[in-house]
């Protein structure tokens, strides 16, 4: 059996939870396979950890953008993810949204993409556009 050569690394990482911003030291051991967090310091609350996990481990983002409306008093209406969508997966979700146009009117909270690449999110418009 063959034995992995773990990779240790540690590293300042800055909590966005609150507005206390805790530079946190954050340690992550790489077995070339498979990266864990392995050990957490200076979080000034319990939200520190989990963020650095959900961070390091799986990453999302609130997508906000714009998409193309015809007939409308506007030619864009400001959209949003309904929720967090992997980070890794932002710039084929803004393909999509790119493609996309939606016809007048629009009303604020309208899903105007269901189910974004299966992610289970949906893309909402955060305005109202009437029709011309």
Do not use: W
Request: glycine share 8%; with cysteine; hydrophobic share 35%.
């Amino acid at each position: 059996m063959e034995n992995k050569e773990i990779k240790t690394e540690t590293f300042p990482m800055t909590c966005i939870i609150c507005p206390m911003g805790c530079t946190m030291e954050v340690t992550i051991e790489d077995d070339g396979t498979t990266k864990n967090v392995t050990n957490i310091t200076d979080n000034g609350c319990k939200r520190g950890p989990e963020y650095v996990k959900k961070e390091f481990l799986n990453p999302t983002r609130t997508l906000t953008t714009t998409i193309g409306v015809t007939g409308g008093s506007l030619a864009v209406v400001p959209v949003k993810s309904a929720g967090e969508v992997p980070k890794k997966m932002l710039f084929q979700c803004m393909e999509v949204v790119r493609r996309t146009c939606v016809k007048a009117p629009v009303k604020t909270g309208d899903i105007l993409i269901h189910d974004i690449l299966g992610t289970g999110i949906n893309v909402v418009a955060c305005a109202n556009v009437a029709k011309i």
